[in-house]
């Protein structure tokens, strides 16, 4: 029977809930590893606390930690690093699979730069899961890093899905905030809240995991929700993202949807079609890396099939940002409307 290696070189913390399947897949892929590397998984309360017995007994030199109550992915995390015994942290999320290499790789980053209290990743070209929405998802994560494919470069947050951090720097600034429960912006809140203390996050492609992707709709409701939540903490990061959420991806999805939305109109009035042509062409030229990267991997009718998913989460994109927009509105009314009555007592005490 193996056992948890005397002194590991790294950490690798995976949070997860009700995954086995997934954790299953995880492990498999560090199996060659396993033997200089450290692994906490963080069972957030599933509902069946036996649910990774079989995954025990295979790995017995995993550590499997079970939260007591459902705290969400933050909570997970901060368990997984409180618990660990390196410095070294390693974080990713249970549904990928570590590309084979990438240990080795990140020690030799740390190596070569032994200041870096952060490194972040990135996600394959090749899904985990087949199927033409994750293959067009796995493309379109990988373009967004396709200039960075060389050395080190930076960037202005934290990707939960594959990264490493100094076990005591991540403390230091709180870990992450349990407040937010859900896997939605907690990686991008203690991401920029780590960036205002240590500057911006060295980044390398050679960090990399591949990813098991939901379904289109799925993601389609998990971008609207995101965009709503990430809106509250637009003040905490000094402009747009410099991977993912860009200037130049809020740009496409708006033309995007303002593609649609015109070629509607000009079925009544058909001078529009002008304006339709011409958001479109702006829309294409803005994408035009992921477009490319679909036409190398996997022809012209792939392409164009991605093309349309592209449009469909851009209508969720605007939609959210749109709700968020509104909400701020609301707000603000409302803090007027309350400070009204308050500045009329004032003045009026001003007065006496």
Known sequence: MEETP???VLSVVVPAYNRPDDIATLLKSLEGD????????????????????????????????????NRGPAAARNRGARQARCELLFFVDSDTAVVPGVIDAILQIY???????????????????????????????????????SGITYVGHIGARAFTIKRSAMLAVGGFNEDLPSADVEDYEFGYRFRRAHG?????????????????????????????????????SPGADSVGSTSREAAVAILSTLTCLTAVLALWHPPVWTLALLCGLAAVGLNHRFLRLCLQERGIAFAVVALAM???????????????????????????????????????????
């Not at 963080?42 to 025990?56: A, F, H, M, T």
């Open 6 to 8: 005397r002194n590991p």
């Open 34 to 69: 396993l033997h200089r590397i450290e692994v906490i998984v963080v069972d957030d309360c599933s509902p069946d606390p036996g649910i990774y017995d079989r995954l025990k007994s295979r790995y017995p030199q995993v550590c499997f930690v079970r939260q007591e109550h």
């Open 111 to 149: 190596q070569e730069h032994p200041d870096f209290l952060v490194c972040g990743g990135s996600c394959d070209r090749h899904p985990i899961n087949s199927g033409l929405f994750p293959e067009y998802k796995a493309l379109l994560d990988a373009s967004w890093v396709m200039d960075r494919e």
């Open 200 to 236: 911006m996050i060295p980044f390398s492609t050679n960090i990399r995991v591949r990813h098991r992707y939901d379904t289109l709709l799925n993601q389609a409701k998990l971008y609207f929700r995101r965009v709503i939540m990430w809106w509250d903490l637009r003040s905490e």
């Open 310 to 352: 592209h449009t469909f989460l851009s209508w969720f994109i605007c939609a959210g940002a749109t709700v968020a927009l509104l909400r701020s509105g609301f707000r603000w009314l409302g803090s007027l409307t309350r400070s009204a009555p308050r500045q009329r007592a004032a003045e009026a005490g001003d007065v006496f």
